[in-house]
């Protein structure tokens, strides 16, 4: 008789849940990728500089970390439910703000909320995913395939309404996503679940801080958050910006990112809970260095596409399985997915900003550059995590 899959073995009311959040975090890959499809566009219309345009990546990043302490903390007063639905509300505000004003501080203020909805909800789904399923790491790793499938329909959503209404085709894209967002708070409304956190012995306190463990994994998610936002909120500016391409097939090459995303983590979520987690991190961690470099090493756009298709190839598996490793503590340390959100995001807050000004002073590629470092400190970091794992069970 074959294995069940994480999902054929829960009851009625778990996949339910689990169908709502997988809805959810489809729209999240929507609206958290579209923006880089965007941000040329909403540069343009609103003279934006480099340097303005990378902060605008990094207020969402810093809503992404606010929204990491907030939602962990917040469900324990008001509940579950009240609190993601109130939390994820912020994205629609967010684009309505986009599309009314050029105000640099509300345009940062929109962005800020994007970051907390997209935060928000991240925690919770991934929570959710991870005691629903017992951190399976095939679990996570489908949660995060649809979060890829909203990734790669986003700069094909910013093309479709590119060519519809021009230059103001993005008023079209938010508009579309503060629908799809809309219908997420009413899924969030409906889902039955745990209304209040129960939080017994252990899970109270923040032992979990002492773990070198919890730490090394952290800094993993520190340095593939700050490359993944870096290269998401860039990629589509650097070649238009280098002109290595025209913005149309930049945004394919977004999409494409994404598709690889997806068929990386339908690979890890078929084969996540057979093969050792050290060893999907190791692979992956090593390949998205080397075809970054490749990116950066060529102009020419067909070798420029197999990179593409191999750094999202080689990224799918880091995030959730970095989580996954770390599942047994998530479950026992209510707060500890919040924190680790928030050590993770500070990656993404400041890679962005430091990548605009880096363009600014000494060019686009210089500022591209710099996301070769955060990846290799990462893979340096899974290295780490292979020698303690290996301690750990010497002393077992």
Do not use: C
Request: proline content about 2%; charged content about 10%; hydrophobic content about 55%.
């Amino acid at each position: 008789m074959d294995k069940q899959n994480f999902y054929t073995r829960l009851d009625q009311k778990d996949r339910s849940v689990l169908n709502a959040v997988f809805y959810v975090f489809f729209v999240n890959g929507i609206f958290a990728m579209i923006m880089g499809s965007l941000l040329p566009m909403i540069s343009l219309e609103y003279n934006l500089s480099d340097t303005l345009s990378g902060s605008l990546i990094s207020a969402h990043s810093v809503g992404n970390l606010i929204s990491g302490f907030v939602a962990g903390v917040l469900p324990m007063y008001l509940g579950r439910k009240r609190s993601i639905v109130f939390l994820s509300s912020f994205v629609t505000l967010g684009f309505t703000l986009m599309i009314f004003t050029g105000s640099p501080l509300l345009l940062l203020l929109a962005f800020l909320f994007t970051g907390i909805s997209r935060g928000s909800v991240s925690n919770f789904n991934n929570t959710m995913v991870n005691e629903v399923s017992n951190s399976s790491p095939s679990a996570l790793s489908f949660l995060h395939s649809v979060f890829a499938v909203g990734a790669i329909l986003a700069p094909i959503l910013a093309m479709v309404s590119t060519k519809i209404l021009g230059n103001d085709g993005w008023r079209l894209s938010a508009v579309i996503i503060i629908i799809l967002t809309s219908l997420s708070l009413f899924f969030f409304s409906r889902m039955e679940m745990q209304e209040k956190v129960q939080v017994k012995g252990k899970g109270a306190g923040y032992d979990f801080l002492k773990s070198r463990v919890f730490w090394i994994h952290a800094g993993i998610l520190f340095f593939y958050l700050a490359g993944e936002a870096t290269i998401n909120g860039w990629i589509v500016k650097y070649f238009v910006d280098a002109k290595i391409m025209t913005i149309g097939y930049a945004q394919f090459l977004a999409s494409m990112l994404w598709l690889a995303v997806l068929i990386g983590r339908i690979t890890v979520s078929y084969f996540g809970d057979r093969i050792r987690k050290e060893t999907i991190l190791l692979v992956t961690t090593t390949s998205t260095v080397l075809f970054y470099f490749l990116l950066l090493a060529t102009r020419n756009v067909t070798v420029i596409t197999i990179a593409i298709f191999g750094i999202g190839l080689s990224m799918a598996g880091i995030y959730p399985t970095t989580v996954s490793k770390v599942g047994k503590t998530i479950k026992d340390y209510p707060m500890a997915m919040g924190v680790l959100l928030v050590l993770g995001g500070v990656g993404a807050i400041v890679m962005p900003i430091l990548t605009g000004a880096l363009s600014d002073a000494f060019g686009i590629f210089a500022g591209m550059s710099a996301i070769v470092v955060v990846l290799i400190l990462m893979m340096v970091l899974v290295m780490f995590s292979l020698v303690e794992g290996k301690k750990r069970e010497k002393a077992a």
